[in-house]
């Protein structure tokens, strides 16, 4: 028991400090070109794979801590990476400015042929020969190595814990005097917290992603910065199962009655 004890206070201890050196902020911005707003630009959080769009008028709001990289691209611009300062995080602001992108076509030699451009007629007038020859190339498969197996997966999420024997009656099988040794005896136990811990930890960004900044900012009035605090305040009265439950309307019901009495306690203080 001293053990699994144990284990659960290194387990809290190593995800708090995992947590105070990765502590998220909300910083805003525009982005823009040489002649004006760029809108529908893509701002994407290469270290927590997190983004969002820039809106008509070129702003943008997303989740940083120092030292993330964010990835900016658009269509007919020049993809840029920004590394997140000390001093982004002090101003909360970051405005992005993106260059075009020129493209230039290969030289191509036009020949003509007899094809009419409907594929039932074309396949016709090609010869046998030469569709069996470009049917090898493309049904070529000599250089794939079907014995290597490179495919990983990476998610968590898609991770099984190690299994845990269970079974009634196992340790007396094992015979007179015999010593039997369970491995990983509190491995799914301590997997389930994991899980639990990393929900918890994502929730506010989901939640932001289903139910959109103009809620919260907007409709809401939450500062930017009391987001956090926001949501800590509505805990209590659980909007994380109800989350999980799927029961989003209820969860709507308690943000928006909440905010109200939140709003009065922080300008007060």
Request: aromatic share 8%.
């Amino acid at each position: 028991m001293k053990k699994i004890v144990l284990l659960f206070l290194l387990v809290l201890l190593v995800l708090q400090s995992i947590n105070g050196q990765n502590k998220r902020y909300i910083i805003t911005g525009k982005v823009t070109d040489s002649l004006g707003v760029i809108k529908n630009a893509n701002i994407i959080n290469l270290n927590t794979y997190q983004g969002t769009f820039s809106s008509d008028e070129g702003l943008y709001r997303i989740f940083v801590s120092k030292g993330d990289t964010l990835r900016v691209s658009s269509i007919q611009y020049k993809p840029k990476k920004i590394v997140i300062s000390k001093k982004t995080i002090e101003t909360k602001k970051l405005d992005i400015s993106l260059k075009s992108a020129t493209y230039t076509l290969d030289e191509f030699e036009l020949k003509r042929n007899n094809l009419l451009g409907r594929l039932g007629i074309d396949i016709k007038n090609v010869s046998r020969d030469k569709q069996d020859s470009l049917l090898r190339k493309v049904m070529d498969f000599s250089n794939v190595n079907f014995k290597e197996n490179d495919f990983t997966i990476d998610d968590i999420s898609k991770v099984k814990p190690p299994i845990v024997n269970t079974m009634a009656g196992a340790i007396p099988m094992a015979g007179a005097g015999a010593k039997v040794v369970i491995p990983f005896k509190n491995s799914a136990r301590l997997w389930a917290l994991r899980s639990k811990l990393e929900q918890k930890k994502q929730f506010p960004y989901k939640i932001l992603s289903e139910l959109g900044e103009k809620f919260f900012f907007d409709e809401l009035k939450i500062p930017i910065d009391n987001y956090f605090h926001f949501l800590e305040y509505c805990n209590p009265l659980g909007i994380e199962n109800l989350h999980k439950k799927g029961r989003l309307l209820e969860l709507i019901k308690i943000l928006r009655k909440e905010s109200s009495s939140y709003l009065k306690i922080i300008n007060k203080e």
